[in-house]
């Protein structure tokens, strides 16, 4: 009977990958434990497989005084075992020890005070096959729950297609992966509006692998910025071949999602590749998200031009970026100023999670007369500090010039005629039409001249001017 164990468990070792060492121990091991629930049993036993391919049990025998040791060292170990568990748990431990069941340390004793006799029970290969058929089952069942664990340890932040098989639970949704194996999408990582029929096929991320009695636990995540990127890769080849990369991703889950591109290849343009012919490849993941809207952003390596884009649709006429405290002022015209915001200032917050700067938004009115106070806050009399022109444009900025030696107002001649008001603060003056024309030259002669403005601490707006703003918002605009 023991030789047709051993050939099945080759065979097993052959179709399942369990080592055949594996399975013998175990073997072995339930055999004594079988062995010590006969009658008349050695206290002291062990099994082992013989040369003729046979379980053997063996009673062992050792001196009364050196086992009498032994059980106390076994005893002692055990009690502190029991009290680090109570001290870790902070249960009250209440077991009973049974000095027939504790495991003595053998290498303590030498051999030859060891005595080995055969006591294997006659009906023992009956035993042997019983408890064979049940160690076997039970070994192969965990060899593979140990397979699908370390088959999905590796895929931890992957996605996976599964079918939904219980949703009447609103807290947690059971999904089918298939080879016996389900995952758990929890009430947290679920997107809000989203319902999932039984027997539909959803796509996750997965987030978790736990090692669990019935096999690996996966848990399921719809809400990881993962899960954008991975369906773009599907859909979108050229981010498969690695032609064009996805650089960040801002997401709020079941709202919007904003995604910033960026082309390895001359000639490859990175938001036409995502979009798709007439947008099929973006409208395959927005239909995979359950409607989620997608902005998808070129990547710039300049910050100003990538946080203006990042507030896309809004249109943006300049950005103040300081380094050092990674912060931008971003204006905006004033009619689109609760777009650059969003709703509950949603557009602004993915706008900042994407580009990683602190996004403060303002229109051309709030810029102009915060620009105005700071011109003349530092000095004492409303004395202008910062030499720039007092005069306020008809659009209702602040004239850009630099004034004049020993007068507040530059060398536009309108502006030169509001020298003998001398108020405090930026004046407006009131022009006819034909003053306006001469004073929107004047000032856009002299912002042609630098074309690039650079602030008193040392930062840098692109581009400066409402010109340059302009021609800004509409290179946007050509690029969109």
């Known amino acids: 009977m023991s030789i047709e164990i051993i050939e099945n468990i080759r065979a097993i070792e052959r179709e399942k990958g369990i080592e055949q060492d594996t399975l013998v121990h175990a073997l072995e091991d339930a055999l004594l434990a079988a062995y010590k629930k006969t009658p008349g049993a050695a206290r002291h036993a062990t099994v082992e497989l013989d040369d003729e391919g046979e379980f053997r049990v063996y009673a062992i025998e050792i001196p009364p005084d050196l086992e009498e040791r032994l059980l106390d060292e076994a005893m002692e170990a055990k009690i502190e075992e029991l009290e680090r568990l109570e001290e870790e748990t902070g249960e009250k431990q209440h077991t ?8 003595l340390d053998w290498d303590q004793v030498p051999q030859e005070h060891i005595q080995r006799t055969d006591v294997t029970p006659d009906d023992f290969g009956r035993i042997a096959a019983m408890t064979a058929k049940q160690v076997i089952q039970q070994r192969i069942r965990e060899a593979e729950r140990a397979i699908r664990y370390a088959e999905y340890i590796d895929r931890v932040g992957d996605v996976v297609t599964g ?6 639970d609103r807290n947690n949704v059971l999904v089918d992966l298939g ?15 989203e319902r999932y029929e039984q027997g539909s096929r959803i796509k996750a991320v997965i987030t978790e692998v736990r090692s669990g009695t019935k096999g690996p636990q996966v848990i399921l995540s719809r809400r990881d910025p993962e899960l954008i990127k991975t369906l773009f890769e599907l859909e979108v080849p050229e981010i498969a071949d690695g032609l064009v990369e996805i650089r960040g991703v801002a997401r709020e889950p079941g709202y919007r999602a904003k995604i910033a591109v960026e082309s390895h290849v001359q000639g490859v343009d990175p938001v036409g590749a995502c979009v798709g012919p007439r947008g ?3 409208r395959m993941v927005v239909s995979e998200l359950r409607g989620e809207k997608i902005d998808i952003i070129p990547w710039n390596t300049e910050p100003a031009r990538f946080v203006a884009k990042a507030l896309s649709p809004a249109r943006v006429r300049e950005v103040y970026i300081d380094d050092e405290t990674r912060e931008a002022t971003v204006v905006v015209p004033d009619d689109q100023l609760a777009l650059a915001i969003g709703k509950e200032g949603l557009n ?5 999670r994407l580009t990683g700067w602190k996004i403060d938004i303002q229109s051309d009115t709030e810029f102009a007369q915060a620009e105005a106070e ?5 000095g004492e009399e409303g004395e202008d500090f910062s030499g720039r022109c007092a005069a306020v444009l008809s659009n209702g900025k602040r004239c850009p010039n630099a004034a004049l030696p020993g007068s507040r107002y530059c060398g536009v001649p309108a502006h030169q005629a509001l020298a ?3 108020t405090e603060g930026p004046v407006a003056a009131e022009l006819s039409p034909e003053e306006v024309a001469r004073e929107e030259a004047a000032v856009e002669a002299a912002e042609s001249e630098s074309p690039v403005a650079v602030l008193e601490s040392g930062e840098q707006n692109a581009p400066a001017g409402e010109d340059g703003a302009e021609r800004l918002a509409e290179a946007d605009d050509d690029e969109r």
């Open 280 to 282: 099929s490849r973006v």
């Open 96 to 103: 009973l020890i049974n000095p027939d069941e504790l495991d």
């Open 179 to 193: 080879n016996n194996v389900e995952a758990l999408l929890p009430r947290s990582e679920q997107v809000d509006g």
């Open 420 to 422: 003998g008001s001398e």
């Open 374 to 378: 700071a011109a003349y806050g530092g």
């Open 163 to 168: 079918i939904v098989q219980q949703a009447g």
């Open 348 to 352: 602004a917050r993915l706008a900042a």
